[in-house]
């Protein structure tokens, strides 16, 4: 069973924005943030950060823990 790990879906609604929008700022095709965004795969640590950045929101508010749900 698949493990949801982020919230880059969730963060994209809240700030009314689209996975194309994203795809194209990070210059990466829009199918690789719908697999982020449906956690069936994870971007980078680094790719993380700018995601981060570009949602102007700390890099926890991108992560889901178990424990923490920064």
Do not use: H
Not at 46 to 70: C, G, P, Q, W
């Amino acid at each position: 069973m698949a493990q949801d790990l982020n919230r880059i879906k969730v963060v994209l609604v809240e700030q009314k924005k689209t996975g194309k929008w994203l795809a194209e700022l990070l210059g990466v095709s829009a199918c690789t943030v719908s697999r982020w965004a449906s956690n069936t795969a994870q971007p980078n640590l680094s790719t993380l950060n700018d995601i981060a950045k570009l949602l102007d929101v700390d890099v926890k508010e991108l992560i889901k823990s178990e424990k923490y749900n920064f």
